[in-house]
């Protein structure tokens, strides 16, 4: 008798083995979907499908317990995989963790979708401002503030700028989410990019070249801030650079506060404008060499040391530079010069185009009390030669 053999598999064995590849195994940390089926003093039961049944009880219960109580029978909620199968068969959920994990995916489609959100602050530091977002902590830059909410405090002190800080806590403000790092639990919204995009749509109007009115609305170290008058919304900055044409070592020798100004628009980028006050100041340096040539001797005044020489007031507008070379090194330099001193100086030469006068030391310090004892003696000498004079006269005369 022959028996007739086939490779091929029947119907039913290909559709078993079909199933059995589509089922993927479940393993910690994984997300599933489960429906709640029973609730228990100590335990809740979920129906995973083709995974069987999934439960939370002890420590994960009580973590969630809030949770479960909102829970309707037949309600679908994620949960996290704390065990794939324990001794009774179940598979151990997590529904705190998954809620944080929704939480966080939440977030991130809020800032894919860059939406702005309302949020109130609760606290303050240095730093910035805290807060919560859907009750994950978060945290919002100084740096991060609209330009409204900007502590300006002049000399940087971290008390001042905690005690202008203070005065948001308890207050909602619009943000919008800039970056979330799930893994250190990270969360850092800004108000300044809600703010920037109604600036941006104001700013269509202006363009560089414009001339503006406006308020000096803060002076910080690196320059002022300046409120357009038609536009208060809108904010630009003069850099201490484009104060003045002269170099100045603090913005407050040129502004302060709610000085009304009028600028000139020298950039705008990124919703953000920049601004010069020089740019409408005559440029002493356009006529520099109707006034001083090179080779010409002058007397200075020493305003500033640097690492790289010394800067010597020619005049209210124009400073001159000695380098440091010419003492061999910074000690040597500040040794021979005092500042504030007055001393004289050859120009070796002069750059219009880069707002540079070279300086070389002539002699040391010119002193008042030297002057005046020149005045003194020259008086003196006058004296004892006109008085022969009289005597000779009246000789005469006798």
């Given at each position: 008798?022959?028996?007739?053999?086939?490779n091929?598999?029947?119907?039913?064995?290909?559709?078993?083995?079909?199933?059995?590849?589509?089922?993927?195994?479940?393993?910690?940390?994984?997300y599933?979907?489960?429906?709640?089926i029973?609730?228990?003093?100590?335990?809740?039961?979920?129906?995973?499908?083709?995974?069987?049944?999934?439960?939370?009880?002890?420590?994960?219960?009580?973590?969630?317990?809030?949770?479960?109580?909102?829970?309707a029978?037949?309600?679908?909620?994620?949960a996290?995989?704390i065990?794939?199968e324990?001794?009774?068969g179940?598979?151990e959920?997590?529904?705190?963790e998954?809620?944080?994990?929704?939480?966080?995916?939440?977030?991130?489609?809020?800032q894919?979708?860059d939406?702005?959100?309302?949020?109130?602050?609760?606290?303050?530091?240095?730093?910035g401002?805290?807060?919560?977002?859907?009750?994950?902590?978060?945290?919002?830059p100084?740096?991060?503030?609209?330009?409204?909410?900007?502590?300006?405090?002049?000399?940087?002190?971290?008390?001042?700028?905690?005690?202008?800080?203070?005065?948001?806590?308890?207050?909602?403000?619009?943000?919008?989410?800039?970056s979330?790092?799930?893994?250190?639990?990270?969360?850092?919204?800004s108000?300044?990019?809600?703010?920037?995009e109604?600036?941006?749509?104001r700013?269509?109007?202006?363009?560089?070249?414009?001339?503006i009115?406006?308020?000096?609305?803060?002076?910080?170290?690196?320059?002022?801030?300046?409120?357009?008058?038609?536009?208060?919304?809108?904010?630009?900055?003069?850099?201490?650079?484009?104060?003045?044409?002269?170099?100045?070592?603090?913005?407050?020798?040129?502004?302060?506060?709610?000085?009304?100004?009028?600028?000139?628009?020298?950039?705008?980028?990124?919703?953000?404008?920049?601004?010069?006050?020089?740019?409408?100041?005559?440029n002493?340096?356009?006529?520099?060499?109707?006034?001083?040539?090179?080779?010409?001797?002058?007397?200075?005044?020493?305003?500033?040391?640097?690492p790289?020489?010394?800067?010597?007031?020619?005049?209210?507008?124009i400073?001159?530079?000695?380098?440091?070379?010419?003492?061999?090194?910074?000690e040597?330099?500040?040794?021979?010069?005092?500042?504030?001193?007055?001393?004289k100086?050859?120009?070796?030469?002069?750059?219009?185009?880069?707002?540079?006068?070279?300086?070389?030391?002539?002699?040391s310090?010119?002193?008042?009390?030297?002057?005046?004892?020149?005045?003194?003696?020259?008086?003196?000498?006058?004296?004892?030669?006109?008085?022969?004079?009289v005597?000779?006269k009246?000789?005469?005369?006798?």
């Amino acid at each position: 008798m022959t028996i007739v053999t086939t490779n091929k598999d029947s119907a039913l064995a290909q559709l078993l083995r079909t199933e059995a590849g589509n089922i993927k195994n479940l393993k910690p940390n994984d997300y599933i979907d489960g429906k709640l089926i029973a609730r228990q003093k100590r335990a809740a039961y979920f129906d995973l499908g083709q995974f069987g049944t999934g439960i939370v009880f002890g420590a994960e219960y009580n973590a969630a317990s809030d949770i479960i109580k909102k829970l309707a029978v037949d309600e679908t909620i994620s949960a996290k995989v704390i065990e794939e199968e324990n001794e009774d068969g179940y598979v151990e959920l997590s529904l705190a963790e998954a809620g944080r994990q929704k939480l966080w995916d939440d977030i991130k489609e809020i800032q894919d979708k860059d939406n702005p959100i309302v949020i109130h602050i609760t606290g303050a530091n240095s730093g910035g401002l805290l807060t919560e977002v859907g009750g994950m902590k978060a945290f919002l830059p100084v740096s991060q503030l609209s330009n409204e909410h900007y502590p300006r405090v002049p000399d940087g002190n971290k008390e001042k700028i905690l005690d202008e800080l203070k005065k948001l806590v308890d207050t909602d403000l619009e943000v919008k989410i800039i970056s979330n790092t799930q893994n250190t639990n990270k969360l850092i919204v800004s108000e300044r990019e809600v703010a920037d995009e109604d600036v941006k749509k104001r700013l269509d109007q202006y363009k560089v070249g414009d001339i503006i009115d406006g308020v000096i609305s803060g002076v910080a170290d690196f320059g002022a801030f300046v409120r357009f008058s038609e536009e208060p919304t809108v904010e630009g900055l003069i850099h201490i650079s484009e104060l003045d044409h002269k170099l100045i070592d603090d913005p407050k020798e040129i502004v302060k506060v709610d000085d009304q100004i009028r600028a000139k628009i020298v950039e705008v980028k990124d919703g953000r404008v920049s601004l010069s006050l020089k740019a409408l100041k005559a440029n002493p340096w356009d006529s520099i060499l109707g006034k001083y040539k090179e080779g010409q001797t002058i007397e200075g005044v020493v305003t500033k040391f640097n690492p790289f020489g010394a800067f010597v007031a020619l005049d209210e507008e124009i400073q001159g530079l000695i380098h440091v070379t010419e003492f061999g090194g910074i000690e040597e330099m500040k040794e021979s010069l005092e500042m504030g001193g007055k001393y004289k100086f050859r120009i070796e030469s002069i750059k219009p185009e880069e707002k540079r006068i070279i300086l070389k030391m002539l002699d040391s310090k010119i002193k008042e009390n030297d002057l005046i004892d020149s005045t003194d003696k020259s008086s003196d000498d006058t004296d004892d030669k006109e008085e022969p004079k009289v005597e000779e006269k009246e000789n005469q005369d006798n």
